[in-house]
């Protein structure tokens, strides 16, 4: 059975570390688009941005001030054994993090708006479990801020609008959300499924590292004509103008009804936080996603 109070104290410093933190793939990207930048403006966007994320590391502070409702993803391997316990481990942990980091608390019931000044509450923090091959739990925080979330679209395409219908929704979401987001973005894109099968395959979209393509060449295709066609909108980094509107666009998708073709897009802002670590059977940890 696994060790409750690791996971508990893991969480902890996951939350910090993606609080912190931003991987190295996200602070790359961000540097990149810094120079293909051609607007004086845009320019200045990233410069702040890249002295945010320089002074939050530095000073051991939260990059942003919305510290996110609080989601991990969970993959746990076949041959890794129980994994009671886990739950109410994280949401400890979740509630110490709150507590020594800080992080903001902003989980609010949805009727009342009452805070429970913990980040913990109803189904919070939302867990999303998948099972893979190995001896492991893989476990990652991923810190969700409200202005990126906002961003969020769905919509039954009719099939027979294929893919220009995909690329049509897709693009006049992030039209619309113009500088919401906090750009550049991330876009994560579900299509296939149900409707809410769509919805997490846009929202898991979002844990792949920068540049890395679906290994679907036709979907790997689809998320570069997305990525040009975005950055060609002018909307530029915090929607002041320039040529970096998005970092990436990465796409999943699922098979669907023959009447269906759910889309769903999610947004991630600049501060694409998100910390990963695996517990082997064995007890030992490994943290992946902030080697150094």
Same mark, same amino acid.
């Given at each position: 059975?696994?060790?409750? !109070?690791?996971?508990?104290?893991?969480?902890?410093?996951?939350?910090?570390?993606?609080?912190?933190?931003?991987?190295?793939?996200?602070? *790359?990207?961000?540097?990149?688009?810094?120079?293909?930048?051609?607007?004086?403006?845009? !320019?200045?966007?990233?410069?702040?941005?890249? %002295?945010?994320?320089?002074?939050? %590391?530095?000073?051991?502070?939260? $990059?942003?001030?919305? #510290? *996110?409702?609080?989601?991990?993803?969970?993959?746990? *391997?076949?041959?890794?054994?129980?994994?009671?316990?886990?739950?109410?481990?994280?949401?400890?942990? #979740?509630?110490?993090?709150? +507590? %020594?980091?800080?992080?903001?608390?902003?989980?609010?019931? @949805?009727?009342?708006? !009452?805070?429970?000044?913990?980040?913990?509450?109803?189904?919070? @923090?939302?867990?999303?479990?998948?099972?893979? +091959?190995?001896?492991?739990?893989?476990?990652?925080?991923?810190?969700k801020g409200g202005g990126s979330e906002n961003m969020t679209f769905f919509s039954m395409v009719?099939?027979? +609008?294929?893919?220009?219908?995909?690329?049509?929704?897709?693009?006049?979401?992030?039209?619309?959300?113009?500088?919401? @987001?906090?750009?550049?973005?991330?876009?994560?894109?579900?299509?296939g499924g149900t409707a809410d099968l769509a919805m997490k395959l846009a929202k898991k979209c979002?844990?792949?590292?920068?540049?890395? =393509?679906?290994?679907?060449?036709?979907?790997?295709?689809?998320? +570069?004509?997305?990525?040009?066609?975005?950055?060609?909108?002018?909307?530029? @980094?915090?929607?002041?103008?320039?040529?970096?509107?998005?970092?990436?666009?990465? $796409?999943?998708? /699922?098979?669907?009804?023959?009447?269906?073709?759910? &889309?769903?897009?999610?947004?991630?802002?600049?501060? /694409?936080?998100?910390?990963?670590?695996?517990?082997?059977?064995? *007890?030992? &940890? %490994?943290?992946?996603?902030?080697? =150094?």
């Amino acid at each position: 059975m696994v060790d409750a !109070k690791l996971v508990e104290d893991l969480a902890v410093d996951l939350l910090r570390l993606a609080a912190i933190e931003l991987p190295s793939d996200v602070k *790359g990207a961000l540097e990149k688009a810094r120079g293909q930048e051609s607007s004086d403006i845009a !320019k200045a966007n990233l410069d702040a941005i890249l %002295e945010n994320i320089r002074l939050a %590391e530095s000073m051991k502070r939260p $990059v942003c001030q919305d #510290t *996110g409702l609080i989601v991990f993803f969970l993959n746990v *391997g076949h041959d890794f054994g129980s994994v009671k316990g886990v739950p109410e481990a994280i949401a400890k942990g #979740t509630k110490r993090a709150t +507590e %020594e980091i800080p992080l903001r608390p902003n989980a609010v019931h @949805p009727i009342t708006r !009452k805070n429970s000044g913990d980040n913990t509450g109803a189904y919070v @923090p939302i867990l999303n479990w998948s099972y893979v +091959e190995g001896d492991y739990l893989e476990i990652t925080a991923f810190p969700k801020g409200g202005g990126s979330e906002n961003m969020t679209f769905f919509s039954m395409v009719k099939p027979g +609008e294929g893919i220009a219908g995909i690329k049509k929704f897709v693009i006049d979401s992030v039209i619309s959300s113009g500088g919401q @987001p906090c750009p550049p973005t991330i876009i994560g894109v579900g299509v296939g499924g149900t409707a809410d099968l769509a919805m997490k395959l846009a929202k898991k979209c979002l844990l792949r590292p920068i540049g890395q =393509r679906h290994s679907d060449p036709e979907i790997a295709k689809l998320e +570069e004509e997305l990525l040009k066609a975005i950055n060609s909108t002018g909307i530029g @980094p915090m929607g002041l103008g320039g040529n970096i509107t998005s970092l990436d666009v990465h $796409v999943d998708y /699922a098979h669907c009804h023959t009447a269906s073709l759910p &889309v769903a897009v999610n947004t991630q802002c600049w501060a /694409a936080r998100r910390a990963t670590a695996r517990i082997y059977k064995d *007890g030992s &940890v %490994e943290i992946l996603s902030h080697r =150094r």
